[in-house]
Protein backbone atom coordinates (compact mmCIF):
# COMPACT_ATOMS: atom_id res chain seq x y z
CA UNK A 1 0.00 0.00 0.00
CA UNK A 2 3.15 2.43 0.78
CA UNK A 3 4.00 2.14 -2.99
CA UNK A 4 0.04 2.39 -4.44
CA UNK A 5 -0.83 5.82 -2.19
CA UNK A 6 3.11 7.25 -3.05
CA UNK A 7 2.88 6.33 -6.80
CA UNK A 8 -0.79 7.73 -6.79
CA UNK A 9 0.02 11.20 -5.46
CA UNK A 10 2.51 11.96 -7.84
CA UNK A 11 -0.04 10.37 -10.60
CA UNK A 12 -2.42 13.41 -9.35
CA UNK A 13 0.56 15.95 -9.77
CA UNK A 14 0.95 15.16 -13.27
CA UNK A 15 -2.94 15.03 -14.07
CA UNK A 16 -2.94 18.17 -12.25
CA UNK A 17 -0.26 19.85 -14.36
CA UNK A 18 -1.26 18.02 -18.21
CA UNK A 19 -5.00 16.22 -17.44
CA UNK A 20 -3.30 13.53 -19.57
CA UNK A 21 -3.21 9.90 -18.32
CA UNK A 22 -0.44 8.93 -20.51
CA UNK A 23 1.75 11.12 -18.41
CA UNK A 24 1.67 8.54 -16.23
CA UNK A 25 4.35 6.68 -17.41
CA UNK A 26 7.03 9.74 -16.08
CA UNK A 27 6.18 8.27 -12.52
CA UNK A 28 9.70 9.23 -10.51
CA UNK A 29 10.96 6.42 -8.52
CA UNK A 30 9.93 6.82 -4.64
CA UNK A 31 12.50 5.95 -2.60
CA UNK A 32 13.18 5.34 1.61
CA UNK A 33 15.66 6.49 3.44
CA UNK A 34 14.70 5.45 7.07
CA UNK A 35 14.44 2.33 7.07
CA UNK A 36 17.66 0.84 6.94
CA UNK A 37 19.70 4.18 7.00
CA UNK A 38 20.05 3.70 3.00
CA UNK A 39 18.56 4.47 -0.10
CA UNK A 40 16.28 1.84 -0.90
CA UNK A 41 12.87 1.78 -3.84
CA UNK A 42 10.04 2.08 -1.72
CA UNK A 43 9.12 -2.00 -3.66
CA UNK A 44 12.25 -2.88 -1.45
CA UNK A 45 11.28 -1.83 1.55
CA UNK A 46 9.68 -4.54 4.43
CA UNK A 47 9.09 -2.44 6.98
CA UNK A 48 5.46 -1.08 7.12
CA UNK A 49 6.19 2.73 5.90
CA UNK A 50 4.06 4.91 3.51
CA UNK A 51 5.43 8.50 1.91
CA UNK A 52 4.21 11.62 1.82
CA UNK A 53 5.14 12.57 -1.41
CA UNK A 54 5.81 17.21 -2.37
CA UNK A 55 3.01 16.64 -4.62
CA UNK A 56 0.52 15.43 -2.14
CA UNK A 57 1.69 18.24 -0.56
CA UNK A 58 1.55 20.73 -2.87
CA UNK A 59 -1.98 19.70 -3.76
CA UNK A 60 -3.18 19.37 -0.31
CA UNK A 61 -1.46 22.95 0.52
CA UNK A 62 -0.74 21.65 3.87
CA UNK A 63 0.30 24.69 6.34
CA UNK A 64 2.00 22.50 9.20
CA UNK A 65 3.99 19.27 9.28
CA UNK A 66 0.70 17.89 11.60
CA UNK A 67 -1.60 18.13 9.07
CA UNK A 68 0.03 15.94 6.87
CA UNK A 69 0.65 13.59 9.09
CA UNK A 70 -2.55 13.22 9.92
CA UNK A 71 -3.36 11.59 6.04
CA UNK A 72 -1.23 8.64 7.44
CA UNK A 73 -2.97 5.53 8.90
CA UNK A 74 -2.70 4.31 12.43
CA UNK A 75 -1.49 7.91 13.38
CA UNK A 76 -3.59 10.67 15.14
CA UNK A 77 -2.64 13.55 17.29
CA UNK A 78 -4.40 15.27 20.59
CA UNK A 79 -4.02 19.31 20.71
CA UNK A 80 -4.46 21.57 23.54
CA UNK A 81 -5.83 24.57 21.46
CA UNK A 82 -5.00 25.44 17.74
CA UNK A 83 -2.00 26.05 15.50
CA UNK A 84 0.70 26.21 17.31
CA UNK A 85 -0.30 24.37 20.77
CA UNK A 86 0.93 21.46 22.59
CA UNK A 87 0.96 18.76 20.67
CA UNK A 88 0.79 14.92 21.50
CA UNK A 89 1.37 12.29 18.53
CA UNK A 90 0.04 8.77 18.85
CA UNK A 91 1.70 5.71 16.01
CA UNK A 92 -0.31 2.53 16.69
CA UNK A 93 -1.23 3.63 19.58
CA UNK A 94 2.06 4.55 21.36
CA UNK A 95 3.07 8.02 22.05
CA UNK A 96 5.22 10.96 21.17
CA UNK A 97 8.21 9.65 23.53
CA UNK A 98 8.22 6.56 21.61
CA UNK A 99 8.93 8.31 17.69
CA UNK A 100 11.85 9.13 16.60
CA UNK A 101 11.48 12.66 14.35
CA UNK A 102 14.32 13.46 12.28
CA UNK A 103 14.87 16.54 9.83
CA UNK A 104 17.16 16.50 7.04
CA UNK A 105 18.96 14.01 9.45
CA UNK A 106 18.91 15.78 12.63
CA UNK A 107 17.09 14.20 15.96
CA UNK A 108 13.77 16.94 16.52
CA UNK A 109 13.52 15.46 19.84
CA UNK A 110 13.74 17.96 22.62
CA UNK A 111 15.24 16.10 25.97
CA UNK A 112 14.29 19.32 28.10
CA UNK A 113 10.94 18.28 27.20
CA UNK A 114 8.77 15.60 28.69
CA UNK A 115 6.50 14.66 25.35
CA UNK A 116 9.14 14.05 22.64
CA UNK A 117 9.00 16.28 19.81
CA UNK A 118 7.47 19.37 19.62
CA UNK A 119 6.02 18.64 16.41
CA UNK A 120 3.26 21.73 16.49
CA UNK A 121 6.40 24.02 15.47
CA UNK A 122 7.23 22.23 12.13
CA UNK A 123 5.69 24.23 9.32
CA UNK A 124 5.26 22.73 5.87
CA UNK A 125 8.87 24.36 4.57
CA UNK A 126 10.26 23.18 1.03
CA UNK A 127 9.80 19.58 2.07
CA UNK A 128 10.85 17.06 -0.77
CA UNK A 129 8.93 13.70 1.26
CA UNK A 130 8.29 12.75 4.75
CA UNK A 131 8.56 8.77 5.61
CA UNK A 132 6.90 7.09 8.24
CA UNK A 133 8.24 3.61 9.79
CA UNK A 134 6.27 2.15 11.75
CA UNK A 135 7.10 -0.68 14.31
CA UNK A 136 9.37 -0.71 16.98
CA UNK A 137 13.24 0.69 15.15
CA UNK A 138 16.18 0.56 17.87
CA UNK A 139 17.64 -2.06 16.09
CA UNK A 140 18.68 0.98 13.56
CA UNK A 141 17.64 4.20 15.28
CA UNK A 142 18.24 3.41 19.17
CA UNK A 143 16.42 4.35 21.57
CA UNK A 144 14.16 6.85 20.40
CA UNK A 145 12.65 4.77 18.03
CA UNK A 146 10.40 1.78 20.07
CA UNK A 147 7.20 3.18 17.73
CA UNK A 148 8.70 4.38 14.78
CA UNK A 149 10.18 6.77 13.01
CA UNK A 150 8.99 10.29 11.24
CA UNK A 151 11.75 10.77 8.69
CA UNK A 152 11.51 14.87 7.00
CA UNK A 153 13.62 15.22 3.97
CA UNK A 154 13.69 18.76 2.88
CA UNK A 155 13.98 19.61 -0.97
CA UNK A 156 17.63 19.32 -2.75
CA UNK A 157 18.90 22.74 -5.09
CA UNK A 158 18.77 21.98 -8.41
CA UNK A 159 20.65 22.96 -11.53
CA UNK A 160 20.60 26.99 -11.91
CA UNK A 161 18.13 29.50 -10.19
CA UNK A 162 14.88 27.87 -8.95
CA UNK A 163 12.79 29.66 -6.73
CA UNK A 164 8.78 29.86 -5.47
CA UNK A 165 6.65 32.00 -3.23
CA UNK A 166 3.38 30.89 -1.63
CA UNK A 167 0.73 33.65 -0.07
CA UNK A 168 -1.95 32.68 2.21
CA UNK A 169 -4.97 34.56 3.93
CA UNK A 170 -7.63 32.99 5.91
CA UNK A 171 -9.62 32.22 9.20
CA UNK A 172 -8.36 33.68 12.73
CA UNK A 173 -6.99 36.30 11.03
CA UNK A 174 -4.20 33.58 9.35
CA UNK A 175 -1.47 35.04 7.45
CA UNK A 176 1.42 32.90 5.97
CA UNK A 177 4.20 33.84 3.28
CA UNK A 178 6.49 30.78 2.02
CA UNK A 179 9.24 31.23 0.00
CA UNK A 180 12.55 29.46 -1.51
CA UNK A 181 15.72 30.24 -3.33
CA UNK A 182 17.98 27.81 -4.74
CA UNK A 183 21.37 27.86 -6.99
CA UNK A 184 22.83 25.14 -8.14
CA UNK A 185 26.42 25.28 -10.02
CA UNK A 186 28.91 22.45 -10.99
CA UNK A 187 31.12 22.72 -7.85
CA UNK A 188 28.59 23.73 -5.43
CA UNK A 189 24.79 24.27 -4.34
CA UNK A 190 22.87 26.45 -1.97
CA UNK A 191 19.70 27.14 -0.85
CA UNK A 192 17.59 28.91 1.20
CA UNK A 193 14.04 28.77 2.70
CA UNK A 194 11.62 31.17 4.87
CA UNK A 195 7.84 30.36 6.62
CA UNK A 196 6.59 33.19 8.34
CA UNK A 197 3.37 32.39 9.77
CA UNK A 198 0.75 35.08 12.18
CA UNK A 199 -2.58 33.90 13.40
CA UNK A 200 -4.45 35.83 16.17
CA UNK A 201 -6.02 32.10 16.86
CA UNK A 202 -8.81 31.48 19.19
CA UNK A 203 -9.24 30.80 22.83
CA UNK A 204 -6.68 28.16 24.20
CA UNK A 205 -9.21 26.96 26.67
CA UNK A 206 -13.01 26.31 26.45
CA UNK A 207 -14.81 24.94 29.45
CA UNK A 208 -17.88 23.49 27.01
CA UNK A 209 -17.14 22.34 23.40
CA UNK A 210 -19.97 23.91 22.45
CA UNK A 211 -19.44 27.46 23.34
CA UNK A 212 -19.03 30.55 21.52
CA UNK A 213 -15.15 30.68 21.34
CA UNK A 214 -15.98 34.67 20.42
CA UNK A 215 -16.71 35.24 24.02
CA UNK A 216 -13.09 34.81 25.26
CA UNK A 217 -9.49 36.16 24.38
CA UNK A 218 -7.77 34.74 21.54
CA UNK A 219 -4.58 32.96 22.12
CA UNK A 220 -2.51 34.19 19.16
CA UNK A 221 0.74 32.57 17.45
CA UNK A 222 3.30 33.15 15.29
CA UNK A 223 6.18 31.33 13.78
CA UNK A 224 9.68 32.19 11.76
CA UNK A 225 11.50 29.16 10.14
CA UNK A 226 14.83 29.68 7.97
CA UNK A 227 16.41 26.74 6.21
CA UNK A 228 19.51 26.77 4.56
CA UNK A 229 21.64 23.90 2.95
CA UNK A 230 24.78 23.75 1.08
CA UNK A 231 26.89 21.51 -0.55
CA UNK A 232 30.52 21.55 -1.93
CA UNK A 233 31.23 19.07 -4.55
CA UNK A 234 35.36 17.83 -4.35
CA UNK A 235 34.77 15.35 -7.25
CA UNK A 236 31.86 13.46 -8.92
CA UNK A 237 32.31 10.97 -5.62
CA UNK A 238 32.89 12.81 -2.79
CA UNK A 239 31.51 16.24 -1.01
CA UNK A 240 30.81 18.09 2.20
CA UNK A 241 27.24 19.31 3.47
CA UNK A 242 25.54 21.59 5.91
CA UNK A 243 22.73 22.76 6.84
CA UNK A 244 20.65 24.95 9.38
CA UNK A 245 17.04 25.09 10.31
CA UNK A 246 16.36 27.63 12.38
CA UNK A 247 12.73 27.73 14.29
CA UNK A 248 11.06 30.57 16.72
CA UNK A 249 8.03 30.74 17.66
CA UNK A 250 5.61 32.29 20.09
CA UNK A 251 2.72 30.43 21.22
CA UNK A 252 -0.16 31.91 23.52
CA UNK A 253 -2.13 29.63 26.22
CA UNK A 254 -4.35 29.53 28.99
CA UNK A 255 -4.78 28.60 32.28
CA UNK A 256 -6.15 25.75 33.81
CA UNK A 257 -8.97 27.86 35.11
CA UNK A 258 -9.31 30.59 33.37
CA UNK A 259 -10.17 30.84 29.36
CA UNK A 260 -8.94 34.68 29.56
CA UNK A 261 -5.75 34.12 30.65
CA UNK A 262 -3.45 37.17 28.68
CA UNK A 263 -0.55 36.67 30.28
CA UNK A 264 1.04 33.48 29.55
CA UNK A 265 2.96 32.70 26.58
CA UNK A 266 5.55 30.28 25.30
CA UNK A 267 8.49 31.48 24.04
CA UNK A 268 10.43 28.47 21.61
CA UNK A 269 13.59 28.89 19.77
CA UNK A 270 14.96 25.52 17.72
CA UNK A 271 17.90 25.21 15.63
CA UNK A 272 19.45 22.09 14.07
CA UNK A 273 22.41 21.80 12.44
CA UNK A 274 23.69 18.96 10.37
CA UNK A 275 27.88 18.98 9.27
CA UNK A 276 28.77 15.56 6.86
CA UNK A 277 31.22 14.63 4.79
CA UNK A 278 30.45 11.85 1.85
CA UNK A 279 32.39 9.91 0.07
CA UNK A 280 32.27 6.77 -2.20
CA UNK A 281 35.15 4.46 -2.87
CA UNK A 282 34.62 1.89 -5.28
CA UNK A 283 31.15 0.01 -3.46
CA UNK A 284 31.50 1.59 -0.73
CA UNK A 285 29.44 4.89 0.20
CA UNK A 286 31.21 6.70 3.42
CA UNK A 287 30.06 9.37 5.75
CA UNK A 288 30.81 10.99 8.48
CA UNK A 289 28.48 13.30 10.43
CA UNK A 290 27.72 15.57 13.20
CA UNK A 291 24.45 16.51 14.39
CA UNK A 292 23.50 19.36 16.78
CA UNK A 293 20.13 19.78 18.11
CA UNK A 294 19.45 23.17 20.46
CA UNK A 295 16.55 23.45 22.13
CA UNK A 296 15.53 27.05 24.55
CA UNK A 297 11.97 27.82 25.35
CA UNK A 298 11.00 30.97 28.35
CA UNK A 299 7.32 29.86 29.54
CA UNK A 300 6.34 34.07 30.09
CA UNK A 301 3.39 34.88 32.07
CA UNK A 302 3.86 31.88 34.34
CA UNK A 303 3.94 32.91 38.55
CA UNK A 304 3.50 29.45 40.32
CA UNK A 305 6.90 29.29 42.09
CA UNK A 306 7.62 25.77 41.12
CA UNK A 307 6.77 26.55 37.43
CA UNK A 308 9.51 26.20 35.25
CA UNK A 309 10.43 29.47 33.59
CA UNK A 310 13.46 28.24 31.40
CA UNK A 311 14.19 25.31 29.67
CA UNK A 312 16.96 24.32 27.48
CA UNK A 313 18.41 21.00 26.04
CA UNK A 314 20.77 20.12 23.28
CA UNK A 315 21.33 16.60 21.59
CA UNK A 316 24.60 15.71 20.08
CA UNK A 317 24.98 12.97 17.60
CA UNK A 318 28.72 12.15 16.28
CA UNK A 319 28.32 9.06 13.91
CA UNK A 320 30.38 7.23 11.20
CA UNK A 321 28.29 5.30 8.62
CA UNK A 322 29.72 2.81 5.45
CA UNK A 323 27.22 1.52 3.08
CA UNK A 324 28.73 -1.41 1.17
CA UNK A 325 27.19 -2.98 -1.95
CA UNK A 326 27.48 -6.27 -3.32
CA UNK A 327 25.85 -8.55 -5.68
CA UNK A 328 23.14 -6.30 -7.40
CA UNK A 329 20.51 -5.27 -5.23
CA UNK A 330 22.51 -6.21 -1.94
CA UNK A 331 23.76 -4.08 0.89
CA UNK A 332 25.19 -4.05 4.44
CA UNK A 333 25.43 -0.59 6.11
CA UNK A 334 27.78 -0.43 9.10
CA UNK A 335 28.57 2.34 11.54
CA UNK A 336 28.88 3.55 15.04
CA UNK A 337 29.20 6.98 16.86
CA UNK A 338 28.43 8.39 20.28
CA UNK A 339 25.64 10.52 21.85
CA UNK A 340 25.46 13.22 24.38
CA UNK A 341 21.49 14.87 25.82
CA UNK A 342 21.94 17.91 28.35
CA UNK A 343 19.24 19.49 29.97
CA UNK A 344 19.27 22.44 32.14
CA UNK A 345 16.28 24.31 33.62
CA UNK A 346 15.26 27.48 35.96
CA UNK A 347 11.56 27.72 38.12
CA UNK A 348 10.42 30.93 38.90
CA UNK A 349 11.56 30.42 42.79
CA UNK A 350 14.99 30.60 41.19
CA UNK A 351 15.94 26.89 41.97
CA UNK A 352 18.10 25.32 38.87
CA UNK A 353 18.59 21.62 38.54
CA UNK A 354 20.83 20.39 34.90
CA UNK A 355 21.70 16.67 33.69
CA UNK A 356 23.71 15.16 31.17
CA UNK A 357 23.61 11.61 29.83
CA UNK A 358 25.97 10.06 27.17
CA UNK A 359 26.19 7.15 25.54
CA UNK A 360 28.18 4.94 22.62
CA UNK A 361 26.61 3.02 19.75
CA UNK A 362 27.56 0.42 16.69
CA UNK A 363 24.90 -0.87 14.38
CA UNK A 364 24.83 -3.28 11.52
CA UNK A 365 21.90 -3.61 8.50
CA UNK A 366 21.90 -5.83 6.02
CA UNK A 367 19.61 -6.42 2.69
CA UNK A 368 19.24 -9.54 0.61
CA UNK A 369 17.49 -10.35 -2.71
CA UNK A 370 16.99 -13.69 -3.25
CA UNK A 371 14.82 -13.90 -6.28
CA UNK A 372 11.28 -12.94 -4.71
CA UNK A 373 12.42 -12.98 -1.23
CA UNK A 374 13.87 -9.92 0.26
CA UNK A 375 15.58 -10.36 3.70
CA UNK A 376 16.19 -7.84 6.05
CA UNK A 377 18.24 -7.76 9.55
CA UNK A 378 19.86 -5.27 11.61
CA UNK A 379 21.65 -5.22 15.30
CA UNK A 380 22.10 -2.21 17.75
CA UNK A 381 24.31 -2.42 20.81
CA UNK A 382 23.98 0.47 23.03
CA UNK A 383 26.22 1.19 26.02
CA UNK A 384 24.56 3.84 28.08
CA UNK A 385 26.45 6.25 31.06
CA UNK A 386 23.00 6.12 33.32
CA UNK A 387 21.08 2.64 32.47
CA UNK A 388 22.20 -1.30 31.56
CA UNK A 389 23.73 -1.45 27.91
CA UNK A 390 21.12 -3.11 25.30
CA UNK A 391 21.54 -4.97 22.18
CA UNK A 392 18.14 -4.63 20.30
CA UNK A 393 17.92 -5.82 16.92
CA UNK A 394 15.18 -6.11 13.82
CA UNK A 395 14.51 -8.62 11.26
CA UNK A 396 11.84 -8.68 8.27
CA UNK A 397 11.25 -10.86 5.28
CA UNK A 398 8.98 -9.80 2.08
CA UNK A 399 7.94 -12.93 -0.24
CA UNK A 400 7.03 -10.96 -3.61
CA UNK A 401 4.60 -13.87 -5.41
CA UNK A 402 2.82 -12.04 -8.31
CA UNK A 403 3.38 -8.18 -10.01
CA UNK A 404 -0.13 -7.67 -7.82
CA UNK A 405 0.47 -9.66 -4.36
CA UNK A 406 2.78 -9.80 -1.88
CA UNK A 407 3.40 -10.61 1.90
CA UNK A 408 5.62 -9.34 4.38
CA UNK A 409 6.35 -9.46 8.40
CA UNK A 410 8.68 -7.54 10.75
CA UNK A 411 9.57 -8.66 14.22
CA UNK A 412 11.96 -5.75 16.30
CA UNK A 413 12.84 -5.04 19.43
CA UNK A 414 13.18 -1.46 21.15
CA UNK A 415 14.65 -0.10 24.24
CA UNK A 416 13.55 3.25 25.43
CA UNK A 417 15.30 5.05 27.82
CA UNK A 418 13.57 7.55 30.27
CA UNK A 419 13.67 11.28 28.89
CA UNK A 420 16.27 13.78 31.31
CA UNK A 421 13.17 15.86 32.49
CA UNK A 422 11.10 12.73 33.52
CA UNK A 423 13.60 11.77 35.61
CA UNK A 424 14.17 15.15 37.00
CA UNK A 425 10.52 15.98 36.98
CA UNK A 426 10.55 19.79 38.62
CA UNK A 427 6.79 19.84 38.61
CA UNK A 428 6.64 17.38 41.31
CA UNK A 429 8.66 14.52 42.69
CA UNK A 430 12.15 13.58 41.03
CA UNK A 431 12.55 9.75 40.62
CA UNK A 432 16.16 8.43 39.54
CA UNK A 433 14.75 4.80 39.84
CA UNK A 434 12.59 5.15 36.38
CA UNK A 435 13.84 2.21 34.37
CA UNK A 436 13.74 1.59 30.31
CA UNK A 437 11.10 0.48 28.40
CA UNK A 438 11.62 -2.69 26.78
CA UNK A 439 9.94 -3.37 23.43
CA UNK A 440 9.00 -6.50 20.81
CA UNK A 441 7.09 -5.08 18.14
CA UNK A 442 5.37 -7.72 15.21
CA UNK A 443 3.89 -6.98 12.12
CA UNK A 444 2.66 -8.98 9.11
CA UNK A 445 0.60 -8.05 6.12
CA UNK A 446 0.07 -8.31 2.88
CA UNK A 447 -0.94 -6.54 -0.13
CA UNK A 448 -3.31 -7.49 -3.52
CA UNK A 449 -3.18 -4.89 -6.00
CA UNK A 450 -4.97 -2.08 -4.16
CA UNK A 451 -5.58 -3.28 -0.92
CA UNK A 452 -3.24 -3.58 1.81
CA UNK A 453 -4.14 -5.34 5.23
CA UNK A 454 -1.46 -5.41 8.09
CA UNK A 455 -1.62 -6.23 11.81
CA UNK A 456 0.26 -5.42 14.58
CA UNK A 457 1.11 -6.09 18.07
CA UNK A 458 3.54 -4.71 20.33
CA UNK A 459 4.12 -5.54 23.93
CA UNK A 460 5.67 -3.07 26.08
CA UNK A 461 7.61 -4.36 29.57
CA UNK A 462 7.85 -1.10 31.84
CA UNK A 463 5.86 1.45 30.45
CA UNK A 464 6.85 5.02 31.61
CA UNK A 465 4.19 7.20 32.74
CA UNK A 466 2.85 9.73 34.77
CA UNK A 467 1.01 9.04 37.76
CA UNK A 468 -0.01 11.29 40.47
CA UNK A 469 -1.53 9.70 43.63
CA UNK A 470 -4.22 12.21 44.44
CA UNK A 471 -5.27 12.89 40.97
CA UNK A 472 -5.05 16.68 41.15
CA UNK A 473 -1.18 17.50 42.35
CA UNK A 474 -2.02 17.86 46.13
CA UNK A 475 0.65 14.97 46.35
CA UNK A 476 3.59 15.51 43.77
CA UNK A 477 3.05 13.33 40.77
CA UNK A 478 6.09 11.39 39.32
CA UNK A 479 7.30 9.35 36.57
CA UNK A 480 7.57 5.69 37.18
CA UNK A 481 6.93 2.34 35.32
CA UNK A 482 3.91 0.92 34.99
CA UNK A 483 4.61 -2.66 35.95
CA UNK A 484 3.81 -5.56 33.91
CA UNK A 485 3.81 -5.52 30.04
CA UNK A 486 1.61 -3.17 28.43
CA UNK A 487 0.17 -4.16 25.03
CA UNK A 488 -0.35 -1.81 21.55
CA UNK A 489 -2.30 -4.00 19.01
CA UNK A 490 -4.82 -4.07 16.20
CA UNK A 491 -4.68 -4.12 12.32
CA UNK A 492 -4.92 -1.68 9.08
CA UNK A 493 -6.34 -1.49 6.36
CA UNK A 494 -5.38 0.64 3.16
CA UNK A 495 -6.99 1.17 -0.21
CA UNK A 496 -5.62 3.47 -2.97
CA UNK A 497 -7.50 3.49 -6.13
CA UNK A 498 -7.48 4.70 -9.46
CA UNK A 499 -10.78 5.48 -10.79
CA UNK A 500 -12.39 6.26 -14.23
CA UNK A 501 -9.04 7.71 -15.40
CA UNK A 502 -9.23 11.33 -13.38
CA UNK A 503 -10.34 10.19 -9.93
CA UNK A 504 -8.41 8.73 -6.74
CA UNK A 505 -9.49 7.47 -3.96
CA UNK A 506 -7.56 6.51 -0.73
CA UNK A 507 -8.99 5.04 2.33
CA UNK A 508 -7.77 4.08 5.59
CA UNK A 509 -9.15 2.21 8.71
CA UNK A 510 -7.38 1.51 11.37
CA UNK A 511 -8.40 -0.80 14.78
CA UNK A 512 -6.20 -0.60 17.62
CA UNK A 513 -6.20 -0.89 21.59
CA UNK A 514 -3.64 0.13 23.52
CA UNK A 515 -3.84 -1.33 27.14
CA UNK A 516 -2.11 -1.81 30.18
CA UNK A 517 -0.76 -4.91 32.19
CA UNK A 518 -4.11 -5.11 34.04
CA UNK A 519 -6.36 -4.86 30.55
CA UNK A 520 -7.28 -0.89 31.10
CA UNK A 521 -7.32 1.18 28.41
CA UNK A 522 -4.55 4.05 28.02
CA UNK A 523 -6.17 7.18 27.35
CA UNK A 524 -6.49 10.04 24.68
CA UNK A 525 -5.94 6.29 21.92
CA UNK A 526 -8.84 6.35 19.89
CA UNK A 527 -10.15 2.71 19.21
CA UNK A 528 -10.84 3.44 15.44
CA UNK A 529 -9.61 5.69 13.19
CA UNK A 530 -11.13 6.31 9.35
CA UNK A 531 -9.77 8.36 6.79
CA UNK A 532 -10.93 9.07 3.68
CA UNK A 533 -9.58 11.42 0.65
CA UNK A 534 -11.31 11.86 -3.03
CA UNK A 535 -9.52 13.59 -5.68
CA UNK A 536 -11.15 14.61 -8.94
CA UNK A 537 -9.23 15.95 -11.70
CA UNK A 538 -11.70 15.65 -14.68
CA UNK A 539 -11.72 19.56 -14.73
CA UNK A 540 -9.72 21.31 -17.49
CA UNK A 541 -7.04 23.14 -15.11
CA UNK A 542 -8.73 22.29 -11.73
CA UNK A 543 -8.25 20.28 -8.95
CA UNK A 544 -10.44 18.88 -6.66
CA UNK A 545 -10.10 17.01 -3.30
CA UNK A 546 -12.43 16.11 -0.46
CA UNK A 547 -11.07 14.97 2.63
CA UNK A 548 -12.26 13.75 5.90
CA UNK A 549 -11.76 11.43 8.84
CA UNK A 550 -13.92 9.96 11.94
CA UNK A 551 -12.33 9.36 15.49
CA UNK A 552 -13.78 6.59 16.95
CA UNK A 553 -13.91 5.48 21.34
CA UNK A 554 -11.16 7.69 22.86
CA UNK A 555 -11.44 8.98 26.41
CA UNK A 556 -9.28 11.37 28.70
CA UNK A 557 -8.76 10.79 32.69
CA UNK A 558 -9.84 14.89 34.16
CA UNK A 559 -9.56 14.99 38.18
CA UNK A 560 -12.90 16.81 38.08
CA UNK A 561 -14.88 15.15 35.53
CA UNK A 562 -13.24 11.52 35.46
CA UNK A 563 -13.13 9.67 32.76
CA UNK A 564 -14.21 11.95 30.03
CA UNK A 565 -14.90 11.07 26.24
CA UNK A 566 -13.33 13.16 23.67
CA UNK A 567 -14.05 11.05 20.41
CA UNK A 568 -17.27 9.94 17.91
CA UNK A 569 -16.64 13.20 16.10
CA UNK A 570 -16.18 13.29 12.02
CA UNK A 571 -14.58 16.26 10.32
CA UNK A 572 -14.87 17.03 6.79
CA UNK A 573 -12.70 19.11 4.52
CA UNK A 574 -11.94 19.95 1.27
CA UNK A 575 -9.46 21.86 -1.15
CA UNK A 576 -9.81 23.61 -4.97
CA UNK A 577 -6.51 24.02 -6.85
CA UNK A 578 -6.66 26.44 -9.96
CA UNK A 579 -3.84 26.49 -12.30
CA UNK A 580 -3.91 29.96 -13.54
CA UNK A 581 -0.84 29.06 -15.82
CA UNK A 582 2.10 26.79 -15.77
CA UNK A 583 4.00 28.38 -13.20
CA UNK A 584 1.03 29.59 -10.91
CA UNK A 585 -1.66 28.64 -8.72
CA UNK A 586 -4.53 29.48 -6.63
CA UNK A 587 -6.33 27.58 -3.82
CA UNK A 588 -9.11 27.80 -1.78
CA UNK A 589 -8.92 25.26 1.09
CA UNK A 590 -12.12 24.69 3.98
CA UNK A 591 -11.65 23.11 7.01
CA UNK A 592 -14.23 21.97 9.05
CA UNK A 593 -16.93 22.12 6.47
CA UNK A 594 -19.94 21.34 8.51
CA UNK A 595 -18.61 23.08 11.71
CA UNK A 596 -18.32 20.38 13.97
CA UNK A 597 -17.95 20.95 17.51
CA UNK A 598 -15.73 18.67 19.42
CA UNK A 599 -12.44 18.16 21.69
CA UNK A 600 -9.73 16.76 20.52
CA UNK A 601 -7.68 16.88 24.06
CA UNK A 602 -10.63 17.63 27.18
CA UNK A 603 -11.40 21.88 28.10
CA UNK A 604 -9.29 22.46 24.64
CA UNK A 605 -10.98 24.71 22.08
CA UNK A 606 -10.68 23.45 18.64
CA UNK A 607 -11.19 25.09 14.94
CA UNK A 608 -14.59 25.92 14.10
CA UNK A 609 -15.38 26.31 10.34
CA UNK A 610 -12.35 27.91 8.27
CA UNK A 611 -11.50 28.94 5.00
CA UNK A 612 -8.07 30.15 3.48
CA UNK A 613 -7.00 31.50 0.27
CA UNK A 614 -3.81 31.03 -1.40
CA UNK A 615 -1.37 31.82 -4.30
CA UNK A 616 1.38 29.87 -5.32
CA UNK A 617 4.15 30.98 -7.88
CA UNK A 618 7.75 29.20 -9.36
CA UNK A 619 9.59 31.30 -11.58
Known amino acids: MQKQKACLSVVASLFLATNLYSQTEQIPQITVYGATKSEQSIKDVISNVEVITKEEIEERNFTTVTEALDTISGLSFTSNGGIGSSTSLFLRGMSSNRILVL ?73 KLNTFVSYGAEKYDVKLGVNLLKSTGFTNRIPDKHDDKNKYENDAYRNTTIDFATNYYFTDKSKIYFSLKDINSLSEYDSSNNPNNRELKSDSHTKLYNLAYFQKIKNHELSLSYELSKFKREELGTTSATSVLNFEGKKHNLEFKDTIFYRTKDFLTFGFGKTKDEVNYKQVNDNKDSKESKSNFIYMTNTNHIENLVFSQSFRYDKYDNFDNKLTGKVGLQYIFTNDFLIKTNYGTAYNVPNIMQELNPWGGGNDDVQPEKTKSFDIGFEYKDLSVTYFNSKVDNLIDWYDPDGYGGVDGVYTNVEGESRFKGFEIEYSKLLLKDTFVNFSYTHQSAKDSKGKDLTKRAKKLYKLSIDYYGLDKIHLNVNG ?31 LSKNTKVYVKLDNIFDRDYYSTYGYATAGRSAYLGLKYNF
Open 549 to 579: QYIGDRVINDWTDGRVQTGKYAVVNSVVNYS
Open 103 to 175: VDGVNYKDPSSTSGALIQNLMISDIEKIEVIKGAQSGIWGADAAAGVINIITKKAKKGINSSINLEYGSYDTK
